[in-house]
Each structure stands twice: as structure tokens, then as C-alpha cells.
T-cell receptor, first 111, second 115 residues
Framework: RKEVEQDPGPFNVPEGATVAFNCTYS??????FFWYRQDCRKEPKLLMS???SGNEDGRFTAQLNRASQYISLLIRDSKLSDSATYLC????????????FGSGTKLNVKP | ETGVTQTPRHLVMGMTNKKSLKCEQH?????MYWYKQSAKKPLELMFV???????ENNSVPSRFSPECPNSSHLFLHLHTLQPEDSALYLC??????????????FGPGTRLLVL
């Protein structure tokens, strides 16, 4: 069983749409959670950390559900520039080397 | 952004060659990582160095050899690679003990092609 699982997509949405991705993780002891964005042929870049209380950064909202062991990312008012692959990352927290990456969800925002 | 730099950005090598990838971080971090990213697969952790301690993924072949001379520099020495080693090699760094959550920052990667 994979430590982190994501729907690979692609999610094809029109500009202005709202889109949501989920990511499930297997280790209930996981401590910290992140969403990264990766553009084609580029490195992953931190989009946002995910806090227990949920957090928002502009058009992006992240939620954590510990009971069901998933995190979500909601993007409102999608822009063409949001087209990318979104990586879910989970860290067990107690071992610094225990970062687990999902395979990513591809988003295509179309005009 | 120049927080984490990697050279070369692209590398083509034959199976008998020896080459090295270089990573440098300018963020004052104390942990550095090598990852391999193959198409359609999640990032695979290869090696970690933190506070002079090295942790490795036991599934990484011995033809990959890391070196970390100090907390700002990380190398990955390559020798007698196979075509299936062709991938994007990403370096990352983080600040261990700097607060929760510990966050990784990535370099631009070296795209490696083994012929």
C-alpha cells in the first residue's frame, strides 16, 4: 500500500471554475502535511502547508481530516496559470527523512 | 529564486562514464536530500544528510554515491549507470529543528539521460 495516494487526473476545468483534490495517507502518526506545485519539467515548489484547523491563502484552501486520513486542496476561480501537477506530501514528523510524496494530480485549466 | 542550485541542469552520459551532480543551498539549512523523479512516479528519496548523519534508501544501487562535505554542499557521484537511471534528480534542503512543520525546498533538478 502506498503511503500517499492521489488521483492522477487530469482534471480539465474551464477558467473561473472551482476544483478540489484529495489525497489520502496511510500512517495515522503523520504529523505535517503540504501541497506542492510542480510545473512541467520544473522542480516542486511549496504551495502551502496544511494545518489542523485548515488554512487559506488567497484562492487556495487546504483542509486536513485526521479521522479519515486525507487532506484536500480547493482552488477557486481557476486561472490558466494554475495548470500544473499538484503534489501531496506527508511527513511523519519524528523522522526528518520521512517525507512521502504522492504521484501528483494534474490540473489543466482551459480558456 | 536561487535558494537551492544544482549543476549541471542537463546531462547525457554513457553507461561507462563517471560524472557528478552538484547541489548547493544558500538557505542556512542543516539537512540536504537527493531525490529521483521518474515519469509518472512519485519522488523517490535516495539519500539524506543532516547534522553530519547520513541516511539512505536501501533500494538505491551502489552505482550512486553521495558526498556531503559540509551543510551547504551535496554531491551525487554516478558511475556505470543503466538506461533506467534516466530521470530528473532533485536536490532539496530543510531546516531540522527549526520549528514545525519542517519544510523542504527544491533545486531545479538535473535531467539525466543515460545512453
Amino acid at each position: 500500500r502506498k503511503e500517499v495516494e492521489q488521483d492522477p487526473g487530469p482534471f480539465n476545468v474551464p477558467e473561473g471554475a472551482t476544483v478540489a483534490f484529495n489525497c489520502t495517507y496511510s500512517n495515522s502518526a503523520s504529523q505535517s502535511f503540504f501541497w506542492y506545485r510542480q510545473d512541467c519539467r520544473k522542480e516542486p515548489k511549496l504551495l502551502m502547508s496544511v494545518y489542523s484547523s485548515g488554512n487559506e491563502d488567497g484562492r487556495f484552501t487546504a483542509q486536513l481530516n485526521r479521522a479519515s486520513q486525507y487532506i484536500s486542496l480547493l482552488i477557486r476561480d481557476s486561472k490558466l496559470s494554475d495548470s500544473a501537477t499538484y503534489l501531496c506530501v506527508v511527513n511523519e514528523g519524528y523522522n526528518f527523512n520521512k517525507f512521502y510524496f504522492g504521484s501528483g494530480t494534474k490540473l489543466n485549466v482551459k480558456p | 529564486e536561487t535558494g537551492v542550485t544544482q549543476t549541471p541542469r542537463h546531462l547525457v552520459m554513457g553507461m561507462t562514464n563517471k560524472k557528478s551532480l552538484k547541489c548547493e543551498q544558500h538557505l542556512g539549512h542543516n539537512a540536504m536530500y537527493w531525490y529521483k523523479q521518474s515519469a509518472k512516479k512519485p519522488l523517490e528519496l535516495m539519500f539524506v544528510y543532516s547534522l553530519e548523519e547520513r541516511v539512505e534508501n536501501n533500494s538505491v544501487p551502489s552505482r550512486f554515491s553521495p558526498e556531503c562535505p559540509n551543510s551547504s554542499h551535496l554531491f551525487l557521484h554516478l558511475h556505470t549507470l543503466q538506461p533506467e537511471d534516466s530521470a530528473l534528480y532533485l536536490c532539496a534542503s530543510s531546516l531540522r529543528g527549526g520549528g514545525v512543520p519542517e519544510t523542504q525546498y527544491f533545486g531545479p533538478g538535473t535531467r539525466l539521460l543515460v545512453l
